[in-house]
């Protein structure tokens, strides 16, 4: 399973986020810094389980305001 978890973080924060990120990599399979409603893009695969409580991590996180995770999900369009 894969998700995108968008991050927003309070100002010139994005290094030392992502730094700590890193160092957890429990289902995180890449780290964007980006710009828009988002300052961060976290790549996550993994079960369900693993990813729910990689989001829970980043949440000790105190230097992050918000998340926003987004789960993939197959459907099947009947082409």
């Given at each position: 399973?894969?998700?995108?978890?968008?991050?927003?973080?309070?100002?010139?924060?994005?290094?030392?986020?992502?730094?700590?990120?890193?160092?957890?990599?429990?289902?995180?399979?890449?780290?964007?810094?980006?710009?828009?409603?988002?300052?961060?893009?976290?790549?996550?695969?993994?079960?369900?389980?693993?990813?729910?409580?990689?989001?829970?991590?980043?949440?000790?996180?105190?230097?992050?305001?918000s998340?926003?995770?987004?789960?993939?999900?197959?459907?099947?369009?009947?082409?």
């Open positions: 399973m894969r998700a995108l978890c968008l991050i927003t973080a309070k100002p010139d924060t994005t290094t030392i986020i992502s730094q700590k990120i890193k160092r957890r990599r429990n289902a995180v399979s890449d780290i964007v810094p980006v710009t828009g409603r988002a300052d961060i893009c976290v790549f996550l695969q993994g079960t369900m389980d693993e990813i729910n409580s990689t989001v829970i991590e980043f949440k000790r996180i105190r230097e992050i305001v998340t926003e995770t987004m789960i993939e999900v197959e459907v099947n369009l009947g082409w």
